[in-house]
């Protein structure tokens, strides 16, 4: 299949005309990101993909100052209810148009690996960080039984673009564009969804130890996602 911004923007367009919020996560699953970036009030903060704003909903309530771009108008329609405090625009990464050096922190979340053009757009995500900027970039693993299966047979990752790495891949990926790679969590989303379906939500502690006991026999190679905190490489 063969993609174009018009395309993949269409694909975005009839997913959140259709699904709404109904495609997104619980409100409360996006503080796992600003906490991993140790966000401090006050700072600018920019979401790539911001799909229908949740995640700048919730940096806004930690007292960011909150940006969003997204390719589909859809999206930033209903990131205009959602966050209607945030500064919303449709855009394509590969052309931002904020001055360089504009923002403190930058948030990708299930969006890099729709890219289509991987070295405009990473270019323009660094040129528009400070240089002590921190990044939170959240990516599918290739080497997963779900990602295998869905590659295979699901429409989804074909018509929106959708293309998975292993974590050895995408740390070199990240190296590639002169990155510093702080760390790398797994994204712990569906266990904790899976807490929520069973009534459990209300009990981190019991999450938090199961969340310990899986991760000593599961490797994060064979996490579902990755979420990497970057750096620009030059930053000392």
């Known amino acids: 299949m063969i993609h174009t911004e018009k395309t993949v923007r269409s694909w975005f367009d009839q997913l959140y005309k259709q699904k709404q919020l109904k495609s997104m ?3 409360d699953a996006y503080t ?3 906490d991993h970036l140790e966000v401090e009030p006050e700072k600018k903060f920019l979401d790539i993909g911001c799909g229908p704003g949740l995640l700048l909903k919730t940096a806004r309530a930690r007292g960011l100052q909150t940006y969003g771009i ?3 108008p859809q999206a ?8 209607p ?4 625009q449709v855009g394509n990464v590969t052309q931002i148009s904020y001055p360089d050096k504009s923002f403190d922190y930058i948030t990708c979340i299930g969006v890099l690996e729709h890219f289509l053009e991987m070295d405009k757009s990473i270019s323009e995500l660094k040129r528009i960080a400070k240089d002590d900027a921190r990044y939170c970039i959240m990516v599918p693993n290739s080497r997963t039984l779900y990602w295998k299966i869905s590659e295979r047979f699901s429409r989804t990752h074909r018509e929106s673009n959708e293309n998975a790495r292993s974590l050895q891949e995408w740390q070199d990926l990240f190296s590639h564009y002169e990155f510093k790679i702080r760390v790398v ?4 989303w569906q266990i904790r969804k899976f807490f929520i379906i069973l009534g459990l939500g209300t009990f981190p502690q019991l999450t938090a130890f199961v ?5 000593k026999i599961i490797p994060l190679t ?8 970057l750096e620009k490489k030059n930053h000392v």
Do not use: G, N
């Open 25 to 27: 996560r619980q409100i």
């Open 32 to 34: 796992v990101y600003l």
């Open 70 to 72: 997204d390719l589909s």
């Open 76 to 83: 930033i329609s209903l990131a205009s209810q959602t966050s």
């Open 85 to 88: 405090d945030s500064q919303l």
């Open 185 to 188: 969590h797994r994204d712990d």
């Open 211 to 215: 969340k310990k006991i899986l991760w």
């Open 222 to 229: 064979f996490a579902h996602q990755f979420i990497f905190i």
